[in-house]
């Protein structure tokens, strides 16, 4: 029935109703990394974020090993109290470089594992 009508309009010399499309609604992206939206991180909070089982899962390295890294990666009195956005960034390069530079095949896995525990973290 609403066919016909629309028939009749058009032959009556009226506009039909043109229904606009409307743009899906933007999602916004999440911060998946282990910063959570924030600018930096304690290194307590860090450091919780290397207790954690994704954390164990990306590495595969027992928890003491893990937060040895936060000392050994991001030194206290080079980098201070708080981890801004752009460090784990730069320690990731250089522990691609150390990888890189590895003259054993040990060494090499073993950086291998600090690189993907430094992937999960950005949300890599």
Sequence with gaps: MALIEKKQELSQGKEPLKLEKTPPPKEEKKDISGFGGKRSLTREEFRGWL???EAWKASRLPQTERVKLEKELFEPK???HFIERGE???RLKKLKMEKFQAKTQA???ELSKKIKLMKRF???
Excluded: M, N
């Design 107 to 109: 060494e090499r896995s």
């Design 51 to 53: 207790k954690k089982p």
């Design 122 to 124: 950005l949300g890599k």
């Design 88 to 90: 784990p960034e730069k």
């Design 78 to 80: 080079k980098f201070g």
